[in-house]
């Protein structure tokens, strides 16, 4: 299959990207290429210029910035996976990155690329939602930061302008007794998500203080599962109340569920107290090494 | 038109090529190098994986001018001075493939591995191909081949 012909054009620093597309209308940033490209392959896109980015240093790289971890956005994900320091400060994401797709998929694919591109079945987002990431967003004139919970709007859809280019992410580095997991039901044959779930719990003397949840993959977004918040907080760190509290997430699901040929809107919604449960089981077990 | 200067098993290769061509049609079209395979065509199956500097990519889902100025390696330059790569005498030994379409990406995405992980388990070895489609073996002869090119060079 081949693309639509289009013009290549190669950007070597932010302020070049900027430039390019201001004067190419209706141009593609390519990062990794790896949702890009199946799309212009089957033309469901046919941009006029492509303007790849992929070879910008200054969107490396993987560096503390004051409580936050700041992740470039071309760090792929291989690079997320294998990082200690996200393994440790920010352990959903080590643990979605390990997740997504396959070996060659994840040595190509970056962070700054999937959260623009914004697929409900993306594994990053639900936990960026969760551990109440944000996004760095590059326009023209300067940076803005835009907290993952407002950045996904929709099914690939973002808050991002005309213009802006995601620069890196920010994921608030884990604290002690605090841990995070990210759990998902794999599409057997492209791995993506049928149904993920981001859990992060801070454990008090067995007690779960405080807790963060969000789900993705069945839903057009990424969202955070307020009842199960709200039922697990104050309940002991023990499987009765995880259970408990992670069959609440069907008043969190609501009417748009998604289903497709593969798993229906139901067998998605069914599914997601089983994934919402390990993901909490999991944040808790870690909440107590930490 | 793009100008492309890539580095193929150790030759650096130059031409003219559009921006939409992939990697993968470059390899066997203009290099004539066709042990790269063309399998699913849609990122999918993994018949199509090389080395770009050294990490397996699914070359059906790169653009040729992408990999402008990096060091490709394809199955055909696995092999030294006529000696098969320890994965190919893997394949050869432990009955690594049928049809055969699948092993080139099916080796190269072992390399990776091996790279990374030198005395993988099962499982580790199961997880490297995970992006790689065999519709013959059943894999475990696969995962067996693969073993013995990680046995053979923990024996050295
Ligand atoms: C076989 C296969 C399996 C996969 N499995 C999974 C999975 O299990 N889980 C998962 O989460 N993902 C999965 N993916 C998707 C993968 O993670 C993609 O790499 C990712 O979604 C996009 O990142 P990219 O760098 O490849 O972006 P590209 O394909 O280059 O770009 C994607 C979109 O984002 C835009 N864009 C890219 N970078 C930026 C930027 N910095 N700023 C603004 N816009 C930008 C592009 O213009 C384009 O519209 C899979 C992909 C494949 C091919
Ligand atoms: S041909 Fe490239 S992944 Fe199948
Ligand atoms: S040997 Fe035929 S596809 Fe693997």
């Known amino acids: ?290 | 038109m793009a100008q492309v200067s890539i580095r193929v098993n150790g030759r650096v290769r130059k031409g003219d090529v559009e921006p939409r061509l992939l990697l993968a049609h470059f390899l066997r079209e203009h290099l004539n190098l066709t042990g790269t395979h063309v399998g699913c065509d849609t990122s999918q199956c993994g018949a199509c994986t090389v080395l770009i500097d050294g990490r397996s990519a699914k070359s059906c889902t790169i653009f040729a001018v992408q990999a402008d100025g990096c060091d490709v390696t394809t199955i055909e330059g696995l092999a030294r001075d006529g000696q098969l790569h320890p994965l190919q005498e893997g394949f050869w030994e432990e009955h690594g493939l049928q049809c055969g379409y699948c092993t080139p990406g099916m080796i190269m995405s072992a390399v990776d591995l091996l790279n990374d992980n030198p005395t993988p388990s099962e499982r580790d070895i199961r997880e490297g191909i995970a992006g790689n489609f065999c519709r013959c073996t059943g894999y475990q002869h696969i995962v067996n081949a693969i073993q013995y090119a990680a046995n053979k060079a923990a024996r050295k």
């Open chain 1, 1 to 290: 299959m081949y693309a639509a012909e289009f013009n290549y054009l190669r950007a070597s620093s932010l302020a070049e990207a900027h430039r390019l597309l201001a004067a190419n209308p209706g141009a593609k940033l390519l990062a990794g290429g790896h949702s890009l490209i199946p799309l212009l392959k089957l033309r469901l896109a046919a941009p006029p210029a492509v303007i790849d980015i992929g070879r910008i240093a200054e969107l490396r790289g993987i560096a503390r910035r004051g409580d936050d971890l700041r992740i470039g956005a071309l760090t792929t994900h291989a690079e997320i996976a294998a990082s200690a320091e996200v393994r440790k400060s920010a352990a959903a994401l080590a643990e979605a990155a390990a997740g997504v797709g396959d070996p060659a998929v994840r040595n190509r694919g970056t962070i700054g690329g999937n959260v623009a591109h914004a697929d409900p079945a993306s594994d990053l987002p639900t936990v960026l939602v969760a551990l109440e990431g944000a996004v760095v967003a590059a326009g023209p004139k300067g940076e803005r930061t835009i907290p993952a919970a407002e950045f996904f709007t929709g099914v690939m859809t973002t808050a991002l302008r005309d213009h802006e280019i995601v620069a890196a992410v920010l994921v608030p580095m884990a604290t002690r007794g605090v841990g995070s997991a990210y759990t998902k039901f794999a599409h057997p044959a492209s791995r993506y998500a049928v149904v993920g779930a981001a859990a992060l719990v801070a454990v008090n003397k067995g007690t779960c203080a405080e807790v963060r949840v969000a789900v993705g993959g069945l839903v057009p977004h990424a969202r955070r599962a307020s009842a199960v918040e709200r039922a697990l907080s104050g309940q002991p760190a023990e499987a009765a109340s995880f259970a408990a509290a992670a069959a609440r997430v069907r008043d969190d699901l609501g009417s748009d569920v998604l289903g497709d040929i593969f798993a229906s809107a139901e067998y998605r919604a069914a599914m997601a107290p089983v994934y919402v449960k390990r993901a909490l089981a999991a944040a808790a077990a870690r909440a107590g090494l930490a």
